[in-house]
């Protein structure tokens, strides 16, 4: 965003899709403030787990993981005639699309508007997706395709290889049990935003106010999928220097979190040289991440963590941190003055809260910042 353009956008509506039965923003509040989890044994209609478990990483053909975090919803349950659809063409349609046409118009329907009163609109649509599995694709290499598709999830398979999975199929975001990779979760996410006097001058009800957002690449690692914490630390200054804010007032900071031996370490130092001048014990910075209770979601990872912080927002809540006991090692929270919370607190602060979320999708950074509307 152009620091010429830095008019704050607000946003006005909500919806969701995800594991642990979660089909409503509400839902997705209800799973975080218990700390529970949508985490569950792999079903049967994505893959057979008897068929292609192996525990060793490196076993062609197989996955490593014991389970994951699954849509509880039947994808295949889809109103094609409400979308203007025959049932063929919903039979053919991806299912990470029949997602983002349910959760469209939900997001819509929470924001106020109606599809009449949008139709024609010069409305600009913004879609994050990655992957596609559903799509057969007759250019793959004959020798190699059988043996991915065979699951019906050809990166889950590509990642098993590169030792990106956790054995569990579980997030464990900062903590100690963290020694693997991260883990895959299903759903889809959409929000409503508008110029932010549009909102005001419309009566629109705004859950959350962004101010500004930026993205850079992580630029040279130690590999692909090892994050950068100098470029990370380097972006959110940035970001908070053209909105004008200063980052002491940040309070919680939305984490891309994956819950990875090295990654999250590096994550956290990075948080901690951008936000962490003026932070005592008394006062500390709270992180956490979403990814705890949904598993990384991958294309749909960063829009679940702006409806968290926007939720929290407005609930004037902070969620706690499934899935954390004690910290990784690697991260002295203590030194930092930072905190992991396991319970749900009250969000009492004297000045505005500003939420800073970094998602990383191999060396891509994302920041952006929330605060809560103030009159």
Not at 131 to 159: H, K, L, W
Request: charged share 20%.
């Amino acid at each position: 965003m152009a620091s010429a353009t830095l008019e704050p956008v607000a946003i006005v509506g909500y919806a969701c899709k995800l594991p642990g039965e979660v089909s409503s923003p509400e839902d997705l509040w209800e799973l975080c403030s218990r700390g529970r989890t949508g985490w569950g044994p792999t079903p049967s209609t994505r893959y057979s787990k008897d068929a292609y478990y192996h525990p060793a990483p490196g076993k062609h053909g197989c996955i490593n993981t014991e389970g994951g975090y699954f849509l509880h919803e039947d994808p295949a349950r889809f109103d094609a005639p409400f979308f203007n659809m025959t049932v063929q063409e919903a039979t053919a349609l991806d299912p990470q699309q029949r997602l983002l046409l349910e959760c469209t118009f939900e997001a819509f329907e929470s924001s106020g508007m109606t599809k009449e009163g949008v139709a024609g609109k010069d409305i600009g649509v913004f879609v994050g997706g990655s992957f596609a599995d559903y799509e057969v694709n007759n250019t793959r290499d004959i020798d190699t395709a059988p043996t991915y598709q065979a699951t019906g999830c050809a990166p889950a398979m590509q990642s098993n290889r590169l030792s990106l999975l956790n054995d569990a199929g579980k997030t464990f975001a900062f903590d100690h049990r963290a020694i693997s990779g991260f883990a895959r979760g299903e759903g889809a996410g959409s929000i409503v935003l508008k110029p932010l006097n549009a909102a005001i001058r419309d009566g629109d009800v705004i859950r959350a106010v962004i101010h500004n957002s930026g993205v850079n690449q992580d630029g040279k690692t130690n590999g692909i999928t090892v994050p950068n914490g100098r470029a990370q630390s380097d972006l959110i200054k940035q970001v908070y220097a053209k909105a004008g804010l200063d980052p002491a007032e940040c309070g919680f900071s939305e984490c891309h979190g994956t819950g990875t031996k090295v990654g999250d370490p590096i994550e956290v130092a990075g948080i901690h040289e951008a936000l962490g001048a003026g932070r005592s014990p008394r006062s500390p910075l709270f992180i956490g991440s979403v990814k705890s209770n949904v598993g990384h979601l991958e294309g749909a990872s960063g829009i679940v963590s702006v409806i968290k912080a926007a939720m929290m927002l407005e609930k004037g809540m902070l969620l706690p941190n499934a899935n954390f006991e004690t910290a990784n090692p690697n991260i002295p929270l203590n030194e930092y003055n930072m905190k992991v919370r396991n319970v749900l607190i009250v969000m009492i602060v004297t000045i505005v809260v500003l939420i800073v979320m970094i998602m990383m999708v191999m060396a891509i950074i994302n920041v952006i910042i929330i605060r809560k509307l103030t009159t």
